[in-house]
């Protein structure tokens, strides 16, 4: 029975260790005053803002929607959502920081163009319906834009924890998206298409 291979002493093996040089997220020491880390936080208080402010929008999209499926996805993502304001005030703890929001002019844009839309469709048409998604399918992307690069930041600045919590956010937004998809593509589509203008 053999054990344990005693067999010659590489001379290879203590030379890895000095490769210093490239870049080790998990192991590379974070500083707290570094212009990255200074961007990266800027960057957590935008997307704070944002998701707080999509906890108040998303209640006005539910209710301007007219399919039921699109109704119960804008509550569960509501609900989704609410999580993910939870999740950022966790990484602002674990950064030590107290949460803070930024105004984020790009989600302010495209939630107003989305208020836009119901301004500009007929209540209880398809084409509401399909103008909602389509807006609703800008903010999920913008998410999956932040999110995907928060994550690999905080993986650089040697935050794993961080980039795990925002990982988890990036794939529930992920799903979010597909989800309006299917809806758009299994009916309100098609329903809107049949619509004609009233007047
Ligand atoms: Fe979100
Ligand atoms: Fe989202």
Not at 85 to 90: G, S
Not at 177 to 197: F, G, H, P, V
Request: charged share 30%; aromatic share 6%; net charge negative.
């Amino acid at each position: 029975m053999a054990t344990a291979t005693k067999s010659k002493s590489s001379t290879s093996a203590p030379k890895k260790a000095a490769s210093k040089s490239t870049v080790s997220p998990a192991t590379r020491p974070t500083t707290n005053d570094s212009m990255l880390q200074k961007f990266f936080s800027d960057e957590l208080k935008d997307i704070y803002w944002a998701e707080k402010h999509l906890v108040k929008t998303l209640p006005k999209m539910k209710k301007a929607a007219t399919s039921a499926q699109l109704q119960k996805a804008f509550e569960e993502h509501l609900q989704v959502t609410k999580e993910h304001v939870t999740r950022l005030e966790q990484v602002f703890e674990i950064l030590g920081k107290k949460p803070q929001a930024k105004k984020c002019d790009a989600m302010a844009g495209i939630t107003e163009e989305g208020e836009g839309i119901i301004e500009d469709t007929e209540k209880g048409t398809a084409t509401r319906d399909v103008g909602l998604v389509l807006a609703a399918q800008k903010v999920e992307h913008y998410e999956i834009a932040t999110y995907g690069g928060l994550a690999q930041l905080a993986a650089t600045l040697g935050y794993n924890d961080i980039s795990d919590i925002l990982q988890l956010t990036l794939n529930e937004e992920k799903q979010a998206d597909l989800t309006l998809t299917q809806i758009a593509e299994s009916s309100i589509n098609y329903k809107a298409s049949e619509e004609t203008e009233k007047n």
